[in-house]
Structures are given as structure tokens and as C-alpha cells.
């Protein structure tokens, strides 16, 4: 890969949140630029707070600040920082590699932090060992590369449920998630609920019923316990059946 560095380097902050926007009057930052900028905002027609900041890295100058003192929630621009920070340390040909490793009759499975490991790549890892292999006593896991800090600094504590909020590791199996399919069941029954993959290693509570009318409805939600960092997921609500 080619890294192009200019000799003119600028950084740019910008958060969105979810409110009317500012009126762009008397902003910070070069005309042209600001000209450039605030027309983008204006033409893009989003109905969001925004909180923007570009300053040259070279002289500390603001090129342009739209409510840049602003306190919002970065969410998913994280991303742009994460992905140049590893483009840039580890380069684009980086392969993670997840290994296999024998000790007498015992596998280890060492994760190298590969985020994309699928349920098929695991299914065809075992049918390669299993050709090679009669028997294994015991399967080890191996998910030292990474340190224990499973959940990331400033992740919002009521979104823990949801696959974007999965839980770090050096050792991932699709995506960290389980998936859940549900469909009514007996109507006054709770509602008939499946996870793929089958595993015993998460608890359900479902607690949910299943109707026939939206008299009193109560959403139908499957959340996890992500406060207390534990595989239990509680099923509430209703759902309706339309037959």
C-alpha cells in the first residue's frame, strides 16, 4: 500500500447528534473553506446538531469550527480513526490468522484477532482437523493476544443488546452474536423463540406473550444483560399473531 503524506495536513472532528441544527452564522475558519463547508451542511438537508472542528496539524491554526466546544457522542465516526490508525500501523495486506495447535491428544485454537470468523470458516476448520485427526480430548481456546478489556471506553450502556456492542476479543465467533428468530406462538403463550447457533452458553428468560389485538401492547424486546456483563438474555413483551 501507498501512503501519501502531505505536507499540508489538516485534522477533522465531526459529530452528529440527533436535534435541529445551528444556524451557520459568523463561524470560525478560512472563507473559503467555511464557504465550502456550510454549503455542504445546507445542501445535505440533515436535521442533526453538528459539531465540527478542522485544524492544520502543521500550525494549530482552525481552519473551521461549527459549534466545536459542543459536547456530542462520536458514535460510528470512531470508525475513521480506528481504520486509518490500522491502515497505517498494520497496512492493508495484513492477514489475522486463527491456528490450530497439537499437544498430545489435545487441540489449542488460538485467535488472532480475525473480526470477520464465521460459524462456515469453524465448520471448516473441523472437517480439516477431523480428517487428520481421530479423536481430540480436549479443545482448548486460546484468546491471549488481547488484553481483558472486553468492552470499549464510553460504550452506551442501553445498547449492549445489539450486535455492534458485542464484546472484544482477540478469539470472535460470527461477530461475537447470537441470533434469534422468534415467531407467535399459542395465543396467551409466550413467544416461540430460536438462536443460531443452538448453544447452552447464553440463558433466556422469556417472559413474553403472544396476542391477537393491541389492546395495552407492550413492545416485544430481546435484551441482553449487558450491565452486568453476563450472557443472560430477557424476552418481554408482545407479539402479535395475524392469523
Known sequence: MTIIRLQFITALFCFFSCAPPKALLNNPGQAKLKKNINALIVDSGLDVNMSIKVTSLNSGEILYALNSKKRLMPASNNKLYTCAAALANLGSD???????????????LKGGGDPDFSLEQLDSLAKIISSQIESVDTLFVDESLMDTLHYGEGWMWDEG??????PISALSLNDNCVEFYFHPGKLGQPVQVSTNPVTNYIQIDNQSITVNDTVDFQKFKIERDWAGHTNKFNISGELMDFS
Open 94 to 108: 495484513t492477514i489475522f490468522e486463527t491456528a490450530i495447535y497439537q499437544q498430545e491428544n489435545n487441540l489449542i
Open 161 to 166: 443488546s445489539w450486535w455492534y456492542a458485542a
